[in-house]
C-alpha cells in the first residue's frame, strides 16, 4: 500500500490561499489504513479548515481515488461548482486521477513516500521501491534493491556487524537475511550461485503498454 503523511497544515493553507470554498476528497483505501485519509482525517481537516475562514463546500470518501473511473462516477456532482477547490487526502495518484475527474483545481493535502508492507497500523516496512525489473524470485524472496543500503544485486558488501548493515546499525544486512532464508530452505541453495547482471533501472515514468490481444 501507499504510505502517506498529512503535509504541514500551514503548508495546506498556503495552497488553498486563493479559494474560499473547499470539496475535501478521502481515500478509503490506503490512506484510510495510514489514518491520513479516512473519514476521521477528512473530517479533522474540514473542521481546521473552517477555523481558517473556509467554507467545506462538501466531502467525499472514494473507494479508491487513484481509479479515474470511480473518480468520476462519484465527483459527478462536483464538476458544475466553477468557483471551488478539491483538496484531496490521497496518494499523487489519487490526486491526479481526482483532477482527470474534476475541472476544478486540485490540491494535495498528503505527501506519499513509500509502498509499504504493513506489520501493524502505524508500522509499515520498504520492502519494495517499485523497480520495474524484480529479482525476488533469484533472493530468497527478499530485495536487497530496496533493504540493502548500498542496493547490491549479488552478495554482501562484507561489512556487517552480528548481522546488521554497516551503514546503518539498526538495519538487518538484507544478505544475511537471504542467505539465511536459503540455508533453511536447502532445495533454493543454488539461488545463491545466480548472477544477476548489472542493470539500468528506469524509474519513475515506466508505462504500461496496451495489453495486446
Ligand atoms: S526487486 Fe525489489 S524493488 Fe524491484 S520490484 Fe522486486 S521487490 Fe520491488
Ligand atoms: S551490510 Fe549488508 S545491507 Fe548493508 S550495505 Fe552491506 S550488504 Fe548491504
Not at 68 to 82: F, G, P, S, T, Y
Not at 98 to 111: D, F, M, Q, R, T
Request: charged fraction near 25%.
Amino acid at each position: 500500500m501507499i504510505i502517506t503523511t498529512q503535509k504541514p497544515f500551514p503548508e495546506i493553507l498556503e495552497l488553498l490561499s486563493r479559494h474560499k470554498n473547499i470539496f475535501i476528497v478521502g481515500c478509503a483505501a490506503c490512506a484510510t489504513k495510514c489514518r491520513t485519509g479516512g473519514e476521521e482525517a477528512v473530517n479533522l481537516m474540514a473542521a481546521e479548515l473552517e477555523k481558517e475562514g473556509k467554507t467545506i463546500s462538501g466531502r467525499k470518501i472514494l473507494d479508491t481515488p487513484c481509479d479515474i473511473r470511480v473518480a468520476r462516477k462519484d465527483l459527478k456532482e462536483i464538476a458544475a461548482c466553477a468557483d471551488d477547490a478539491v483538496l484531496v487526502l490521497a496518494c499523487g495518484a489519487g490526486v491526479q486521477a481526482v483532477e482527470k475527474a474534476v475541472s476544478l483545481v486540485v490540491y494535495p493535502a498528503l505527501n506519499p513516500v513509500f509502498t509499504g508492507t504493513t506489520e501493524r497500523i502505524g508500522l509499515y516496512h520498504e520492502y519494495c521501491s517499485l523497480c520495474g525489473d524484480c529479482i525476488l524470485g533469484k533472493t530468497g524472496g527478499i530485495c536487497p534493491v530496496t533493504r540493502c543500503a548500498k542496493g547490491l544485486v549479488n552478495g554482501p558488501c562484507g561489512g556487517a556487524v552480528s548481522g546488521k548493515c554497516e551503514v546503518d546499525r539498526d538495519n538487518d544486512c538484507a544478505w544475511i537475511l537471504i542467505a539465511e532464508k536459503i540455508k533453511n530452505n536447502p532445495s533454493d541453495k543454488n539461488i545463491l550461485k545466480i548472477f544477476v547482471p548489472a542493470r539500468t533501472v528506469v524509474k519513475p515514468g515506466r508505462i504500461t503498454p496496451p495489453v495486446k490481444k
